[in-house]
Nanobody
Framework: QVQLVDSGGGLVQPGGSLRLSCAGS????????VGWFRQVPGKEGEGVSF????????YYENSLKGRFTISRDNAKNTVYLQMNSLKPEDTAVYYC????????????????WGQGTQVTVSS
C-alpha cells in the first residue's frame, strides 16, 4: 500500500522557519517527481514547489523563490520543503504529492498524496 506522510507543520512567528517532510512507504520516491501544494480554506489550491525524479530540475512558485527549498534524502525515502522567512500569507495546509509527470504543477498530474500538515504563521 502506497502512503505519503506529511509532517513538520506547526505554529511559527513571522520570519521563522519550518521544514516539512514527505515520507514515502510502499513507494520509492526517487522514482517519482514530487510536488508540494498548499490550500487555504475558501481559496484555490496553489502549487508551491516541485522536484523531478532525477533531481536535476526544481521549480518554485515565483513569490517563493529564495525562501523555500525542496530537496530529497533518498536513503530516508523522504522529500523536504525548507521554508524560511515565513510570512502570515504562507499559512495553509501543505500537501506533498508524487507522480510520474516531471515537474507538473497541477494536482491532477499526481498519483499519490499525503494527508497534509498545517502551517500557521502568526505572532
Amino acid at each position: 500500500q502506497v502512503q505519503l506522510v506529511d509532517s513538520g507543520g506547526g505554529l511559527v512567528q513571522p520570519g521563522g522557519s519550518l521544514r516539512l517532510s514527505c515520507a514515502g512507504s510502499g513507494v520509492t520516491l526517487d522514482l517519482y517527481a514530487v510536488g508540494w501544494f498548499r490550500q487555504v480554506p475558501g481559496k484555490e489550491g496553489e502549487g508551491v514547489s516541485f522536484i523531478s525524479s532525477n533531481d536535476l530540475f526544481t521549480y518554485y512558485e515565483n513569490s517563493l523563490k529564495g525562501r523555500f527549498t525542496i530537496s530529497r534524502d533518498n536513503a530516508k525515502n523522504t522529500v523536504y520543503l525548507q521554508m524560511n522567512s515565513l510570512k502570515p500569507e504562507d499559512t495553509a495546509v501543505y500537501y506533498c504529492a508524487a507522480g510520474t509527470y516531471q515537474l507538473a504543477t497541477v494536482p491532477n498530474r499526481y498519483d499519490y498524496w499525503g494527508q497534509g500538515t498545517q502551517v500557521t504563521v502568526s505572532s
